[in-house]
């Protein structure tokens, strides 16, 4: 099979074993073994979810799990190189950054509860629904600008060039369907700021909401956060109850335009959005939203800091992420 036939197949069935695997194989011819490695992975849920796997493919599943286990111990010394040479040894940071490793490496068992982050889990950090706007000394300052953020959301939404589905296809990456949203514009974005890197075109149209986050404690690890966006959520529209990446960081809406029938739900407690008023909530929580009016719902949304974590821990947990970075990019 060659690639373009296994890309051709995994368009119709993304968890297509023999497709999974035949792009995996090109992959690594192609010396993207990071690459290789997700459709590898993704080939071994697969097989897992099915039982029963076919003869034919048994042996190429073998293959798979054995490089997917050697690149599992090339990704830890990676980390624990990078780790050691930017003075984050297990001696030098504090014992819940450290558990929060042993955890990542599998050496630990995390005591999880409500919150479940699809990357990284953060030990010892209380697991709370929602924080109250009152908490946060430099949100009152936002809310009140809130007037001029929303007169440059309506010039975006007058032609809605630079809006893109929220949910997109990754390059050379298996494709999650995310319960039918991929290329939804239901679900769609105004991206000033995507994985800690600005968008200049974009960001330039909205002087004001830029000039507004200044003072925000955003969550800062290049190539990974803070996402600065306006979250636009269709008429009708629904996004499934998910969880984010870590638990480092707090998720915040400052809702702009917000019909009646809109609501978020974040593990079992359900809140409305009210214009001007901010939301700020821990997303490695289940959280659902929905839009049932018959208008557009716009949030400006952003990400910061949990306010439980230390500098020096902040900057342990950035320094990780540039860690996974560089090993991601190479």
């Known amino acids: 099979m060659t690639e373009e036939e296994a890309d051709a197949l995994l368009a119709r069935a993304p968890a297509d074993l023999a497709g999974l695997i035949a792009k995996g194989d090109w992959r690594l ?13 993704a080939a071994l849920r697969a097989a897992e979810r099915i039982g029963a796997v076919p003869p034919a493919l048994a042996e190429d599943l073998r293959r798979a799990r054995t490089r997917v286990a050697k690149a599992g111990g090339n990704y830890r010394a990676h980390l624990e190189e990078w780790l050691a040479a930017a003075g984050l040894a297990p001696e030098q940071v504090s014992d819940r950054f450290r558990r929060s490793i042993e955890i990542l490496f599998g050496e630990r068992q995390a005591t ?4 479940r982050p699809s990357v990284f889990y953060f030990d010892g950090l209380p697991q709370r629904e929602f924080y109250e706007r009152e908490s946060f000394a430099w949100l009152a300052g936002l809310e009140a600008l809130t007037g001029a953020i929303r007169e440059e959301l ?6 809605e060039q630079g809006v893109t589905p929220y949910v997109r296809p990754e390059p050379n990456r298996p494709h999650h369907d995310f319960h039918g949203l991929l290329n939804d514009p239901r679900w769609s974005a105004f991206y000033l700021i995507e994985d800690g890197e600005p968008h200049p075109t974009n960001a330039a149209r909205c002087p004001r909401t830029m000039d507004a986050l200044a003072e925000v404690p955003l969550c800062r690890m290049p190539g990974w956060t803070p996402s600065v966006h306006f979250s636009l959520l269709r008429p009708g529209a629904r996004i499934p109850p998910h969880t984010g990446m870590l638990n480092t960081r707090l998720i915040c809406h400052l809702p702009l335009i917000v019909p009646p029938g809109c609501g978020l739900r974040v593990g079992a407690e359900t809140r409305s959005w009210e214009e001007g008023k901010a939301l700020i909530f821990d997303d490695s929580i289940e959280h659902a ?6 208008r557009l719902r716009v949030i400006l949304l952003f990400d910061i800091w949990r306010p439980e974590l230390i500098e020096a821990e902040r900057a342990a947990v950035a320094a990780m992420f540039a860690a996974i970075d560089a090993y991601r990019s190479a």
């Open 29 to 41: 011819v192609a010396g993207d073994e990071r690459s290789a490695t997700t459709f590898y992975t």
């Open 112 to 115: 999880l509860t409500k919150q």
């Open 154 to 159: 309506v010039a975006v939404l007058a032609d």
């Open 289 to 294: 939203a929905w839009n049932d009016s018959d």
